[in-house]
């Protein structure tokens, strides 16, 4: 991350799954990069989404660290398609308020609550950035085989959090950009049952190219919805 204050320190938000512990293993190697922190479902303090107050405790256990510094970098790594007992839905007719709502709680509600209660640990006078994982299928100006309605409402719901927050931080934090990012499809469990293994990228590749996507983005970039490529994508 050639854009960050030399020293710069970074947690990720989701390290257990595929894409975040790349992106937390080639943080940790990065030399520029004086501390890395993990939090996720496991960790101690552990944070889960459906509890807003595990989110809180999270953030007030890391700004109560006695070497705690503003933070540089902010990545939440998580996302849900699908679950042991439901898939994305094809047709209206599947359409059902549990599968909705554990959607909305991973996608869109849990990420939410993290910018609200951790955007105020980042640096406010230097450069910072913040990255939430969004998804293309979340554009609703790029829909166009519908289909797949949690799983796309959640993303575009998230997407418009993300530009929502961005026009808040650059009064507070104006050299901070807060950008949705579009992975593309990884070989992951997210991906497995639609044949992610086959066309997926390794979530090494997809860590490095996010990474890179971000590290390349000015201040001027903050709200925006790219890809993996550095592609702009349609809201």
Known sequence: ???????????????????GAAMLQQL???????????????????????????????????????DFAPLHLLVVA???????????????????????MASFTTNTFGPALVLAHFAPLLAPQERSLCAVLSAKVGSIGDNRLGGWYSYRASKAALNMLIKTAAIELARTHPKTVLAALHPGTVDSPLSAPFRGAEIGRPAVAAAADLLGVLDSLGAEDSGSFCAYDGQRLPW
């Open 1 to 19: 991350m050639q854009s960050l204050p030399p020293g710069y320190r970074a947690l990720v938000i989701g390290a257990s799954g595929a894409i």
């Open 78 to 100: 998580t996302g849900m398609l699908h679950s042991p007992s439901a898939g994305p839905e094809k047709r209206l007719s599947q359409l059902n308020y549990a599968h909705l």
């Open 28 to 66: 940790q190697a990065d030399p520029r990069c004086s501390q890395v922190l993990a939090l996720g479902r496991s960790s101690t303090p552990p944070i889960d989404f459906a509890e807003e107050a595990s989110i809180a405790a999270a953030a007030e256990y890391v700004r109560s660290q006695a």
